[in-house]
C-alpha cells in the first residue's frame, strides 16, 4: 500500500514541478503506471521470465570470467591472476580499474556487433512499436526510449538524428529523461557484477528495472511538460555504422576505452569534489552532502516504499546517484553501505539507482545532443535540469513500482 500510494504521490510530483495549471495528459497516466506494473509482474513472477533471470545471470558471470583471461594476461595479479604474495585482509588485492572496469571493454565490442548484425535495432523497433501504441507518441520518440534501455543515451539519439529537429518540446524532454532514466547495456554487465552477492539475480533485476524505467520515463516527462506528438509515427530504420564485423568490433572496443577512461576520470573528479565540499561544511554546519542528501530525499525513499528504519540510508544512496554518479552508488550498496539494510530495501535500490540521474549525466546529455541537432541547443540546455528532476521521478517510480510487488 505504501508503494502503491508513492506511485502516485510520484506521479503528482511530476505534474506539479511543470505547474499545476498545465492540462494533465490522461493517456499517460493511464498507460504508464499499467505498463510499468504489467512489465514488472510478468518479468518478477511468471517462471519462464523468472527463470532468464538466471540466464542472464550465467551470462554476465562468463563475461567477466572471459574479460578477467585477457586482464590477467595484461596487468598479472592486479587484474585479477594468482597472487604472488600470501592476501593479508580478505578482499585486499582488488583493484576497481583492473579487475572490474575492463568489463566494458568486451561489452562495448560484443555490442557493436550485435548492433551491425542488426540485433539491436530490431530489438529497438519491437519496443518502440509498444511504446508508440501505448503513448501515442512518435515513432522517432518511441525509437529513442527504446534504444536507450540498449544503447547510451547519446548513442540512442544517433537512432533518431535526422528526426530530432523535428520533435516537439514535450517529447524532446522525454527523449532527455530517458537517456537519464535508464542505463546503457554495457553499464548494466558492470553493475549486475557488482551487485552479485547484495542482490539475487542481479543481472535480470537491473535488465528489468531498466525496462520498467522507460516507460516511466515517458510518464514523468509527459507530466511535467504535456504536449502534442509529432507528425512522423512510422518504423525508423537505425543508421548503419559499421563496413563491417572486423569493423564494429575493433571501433566498438575504441567506445570502450574511451567509456572506460570518462568513468575513471569521472570517479576519481566526482569523489574528490564531494570529498573536499564535505571538508568544508563538516567543520562549519557538521553536516555532509551525504546527510543533507539523506534528509531531503527520505520523502523519496519512503513513496517507494522503504520503511522509516531504512529510509535516511536509502536517501543517502539517492543522493550520491544525483550528486557524484550511479556507480558510487551501487558501489556503497554492494559494500559496507548496505549491508544493514533490509533486503527487501536493498531491492528497491537495485531498481530505483538503475539511472544515469546525475549532474555529470546532463553535461554528457546535452554537449552530446547539442552537437547532433545545433539549432535546437538553447532548448536542450534549457530543457537539462527539468530532465534530470523529471528521470530521478521515473527511477523512483520504478523502485516503487518493485517495492509494490515484492513482499
Known amino acids: 500500500m505504501q508503494s502503491a500510494l508513492g506511485l502516485l504521490a510520484l506521479a503528482a510530483l511530476a ?26 509482474a510478468a518479468l518478477l513472477h511468471i517462471p519462464p521470465l523468472r527463470a532468464a533471470f538466471s540466464l542472464v545471470g550465467d551470462a554476465v558471470g562468463a563475461l567477466a570470467r572471459a574479460t578477467q583471461a585477457g586482464t590477467s594476461l595484461v596487468f598479472g595479479y592486479l587484474g585479477g591472476a594468482p597472487l604472488p604474495f600470501a592476501e593479508t585482509s580478505p578482499g585486499g588485492s582488488f583493484v576497481l580499474f583492473f579487475q572490474a572496469l575492463p568489463i566494458v571493454l568486451l561489452v562495448g565490442a560484443l555490442s557493436a556487433l550485435l548492433y551491425h548484425w542488426r540485433i539491436l535495432p530490431g530489438l529497438v523497433r519491437v519496443m518502440s512499436r509498444g511504446l508508440r501504441a501505448a503513448f501515442g507518441v512518435s515513432g522517432a520518440c518511441g525509437v529513442s526510449v527504446a534504444a536507450n534501455v540498449f544503447t547510451g543515451m547519446v548513442e540512442a539519439t544517433l537512432f533518431i538524428r535526422p528526426w530530432l529537429a523535428g520533435l516537439t518540446r514535450s517529447e524532446l524532454l522525454v527523449v532527455m529523461t530517458a537517456g537519464l532514466a535508464t542505463i546503457s547495456g554495457n553499464m548494466l554487465v558492470v553493475y549486475s557484477a557488482m551487485l552479485a552477492g547484495a542482490v539475487p539475480d542481479a543481472a535480470g533485476q537491473l535488465l528489468a528495472a531498466s525496462l520498467v524505467s522507460a516507460p516511466a520515463a515517458i510518464l514523468a516527462a509527459r507530466l511535467m511538460i504535456p504536449g502534442e506528438t509529432a507528425p512522423q509515427a512510422t518504423d525508423i530504420e537505425a543508421p548503419r555504422l559499421y563496413d563491417s564485423s572486423m569493423d564494429a568490433l575493433t571501433r566498438g572496443t575504441a567506445d570502450g576505452l574511451s567509456l572506460l577512461l570518462n568513468i575513471m576520470a569521472g570517479l576519481i573528479v566526482f569523489v574528490a569534489l564531494v570529498a573536499l565540499i564535505n571538508m568544508i561544511l563538516q567543520p562549519l554546519l557538521g553536516l555532509t ?44 550498496l554492494a559494500g559496507e553501505g548496505g549491508a544493514a539494510l533490509a533486503p527487501r530495501t536493498r531491492l528497491i535500490l537495485s531498481w530505483a539507482l538503475c539511472g544515469f540521474a546525475n549532474f555529470a549525466s546532463v553535461g554528457i546529455m546535452v554537449s552530446g545532443m547539442g552537437a547532433l541537432c545545433p539549432e535546437r541547443r538553447a532548448e536542450i540546455v534549457r530543457l537539462g535540469l527539468p530532465s534530470l528532476a523529471a528521470a530521478t521521478i521515473a527511477c523512483c517510480m520504478t523502485g516503487a513500482t518493485v517495492g509494490l510487488l515484492s513482499p
Open 15 to 40: 505534474w506539479a514541478l511543470g505547474g499545476f495549471r498545465r492540462p494533465i495528459p490522461w493517456r499517460a497516466v493511464a498507460a504508464g503506471p499499467a505498463l510499468q506494473i504489467a512489465l514488472a
Open 289 to 332: 552532502l551525504e546527510s543533507i542528501a539523506g534528509v531531503l530525499l527520505r520523502p523519496l525513499a519512503l513513496a517507494m516504499g522503504i520503511g522509516p528504519e531504512d529510509a535516511t540510508a536509502a536517501a543517502r544512496l539517492l543522493g550520491i546517484r544525483g550528486v557524484v554518479n550511479e556507480f558510487v552508488a551501487y558501489l556503497d
